[in-house]
């Protein structure tokens, strides 16, 4: 997938490829995992309210294009479908595609006026911005940095499940990084607010997109250091230490809490 990162003028063509999108909803073929959509596919949607261009696909041009009412008229064969519907069924490849078209449309759509002096914004032709019309703020799509990290004990690993879940899903830590702190910081604060221990040797592990809104999560492992489990009611339901032989209900390897597990397991088996 190639990314490119301002609006392109590029004329419509027969293997241009659309991410259709209404609020937060995706159109997908109908119990099928999603992919983009083909020019004669949308034909009959009808007019749309916006468009960004996203780059190109195995040589095709993306472009994500908004309908701003869920009752848009349907194709016989498509349905909407919220982007977690997919988390697992499509693609990474398609998977990023669609997260970064809600991105922008969600950007697009919370900037339409500046947020320093109310005047209309516009799009710019330099780079990837809306521009205020009065006093020249530049708004560029936001992304909030996140850390998400696994926790290890000898042969066991820390899992939680957050109050916001599904009923037995158990699942690596993870927070927001605050204003004035590293990752490192951030992963070690977020542990000891949750689960109540202090962790060693944090290394490194990968990052992922991850459009729930706009966040990029940046991963980590973690040695256990010292403390008991004691849990943040607010955000934990449950947190325990689960052996590899008895891993609870956990994440898809498609989200990076999976694949931190999985890492897990096969340095533990290996």
């Given at each position: 997938?190639?990314?490119i990162p301002?609006?392109?003028?590029?004329s419509?063509a027969s293997?241009?490829?659309?991410?259709?999108?209404?609020?937060?909803h995706?159109?997908?073929?109908?119990?099928?995992?999603?992919r983009?959509?083909?020019?004669?596919?949308t034909?009959?949607?009808?007019?749309?309210h916006?468009?960004?261009y996203?780059?190109?696909?195995?040589?095709?041009?993306c472009?994500a294009?908004?309908?701003?009412?869920?009752?848009?008229?349907?194709?016989?064969?498509f349905?909407?479908?919220?982007?977690?519907?997919?988390?697992?069924?499509?693609?990474?490849?398609y998977?990023?595609?669609?997260?970064?078209?809600?991105?922008?449309?969600?950007?697009?759509?919370?900037?339409?006026f500046?947020?320093?002096?109310g005047?209309?914004?516009?799009?710019?032709?330099?780079?990837?911005?809306?521009?205020?019309?009065?006093?020249?703020?530049?708004?560029y799509?936001?992304?909030?940095?996140?850390v998400i990290?696994?926790?290890r004990?000898?042969?066991?690993?820390?899992?939680?499940?957050?109050?916001?879940?599904?009923?037995?899903?158990?699942s690596?830590l993870?927070?927001?990084i605050?204003?004035?702190?590293?990752?490192?910081?951030?992963?070690?604060?977020?542990?000891?607010?949750?689960?109540?221990?202090?962790?060693?040797?944090?290394?490194?592990?990968?990052?992922?997109?991850?459009?729930?809104?706009?966040?990029?999560?940046?991963g980590f492992?973690?040695?256990?250091?010292a403390?008991?489990?004691c849990i943040?009611?607010?955000?934990?339901?449950d947190?325990?230490?689960?052996?590899?032989?008895?891993l609870p209900?956990?994440?898809?390897?498609s989200?990076?809490?999976?694949?931190?597990?999985?890492?897990?397991?096969?340095?533990?088996?290996?």
């Amino acid at each position: 997938m190639v990314f490119i990162p301002a609006e392109t003028n590029i004329s419509g063509a027969s293997e241009d490829l659309f991410v259709v999108i209404n609020k937060t909803h995706i159109l997908c073929v109908e119990n099928s995992a999603w992919r983009p959509l083909s020019s004669s596919m949308t034909t009959a949607l009808g007019p749309y309210h916006h468009r960004h261009y996203l780059g190109t696909l195995d040589g095709e041009h993306c472009y994500a294009v908004y309908y701003d009412h869920l009752d848009a008229p349907q194709v016989e064969g498509f349905q909407w479908y919220g982007l977690r519907h997919q988390l697992g069924a499509s693609s990474e490849e398609y998977f990023q595609l669609a997260g970064r078209a809600l991105q922008l449309t969600r950007w697009y759509l919370e900037h339409q006026f500046c947020g320093v002096c109310g005047s209309p914004t516009s799009t710019s032709s330099v780079d990837r911005a809306l521009v205020c019309e009065n006093c020249e703020a530049r708004f560029y799509p936001r992304i909030s940095p996140c850390v998400i990290g696994l926790v290890r004990k000898g042969d066991m690993c820390l899992l939680a499940q957050g109050v916001k879940h599904p009923q037995g899903l158990y699942s690596t830590l993870a927070g927001f990084i605050e204003p004035g702190e590293s990752a490192e910081q951030a992963f070690a604060r977020e542990v000891g607010e949750e689960v109540g221990i202090e962790i060693k040797n944090l290394r490194y592990f990968g990052s992922q997109p991850w459009p729930f809104p706009g966040q990029l999560m940046l991963g980590f492992t973690a040695d256990y250091a010292a403390g008991e489990i004691c849990i943040d009611d607010d955000e934990i339901v449950d947190a325990q230490w689960f052996r590899v032989d008895s891993l609870p209900n956990i994440p898809p390897v498609s989200t990076i809490a999976g694949r931190l597990i999985q890492d897990f397991v096969e340095q533990v088996k290996g």
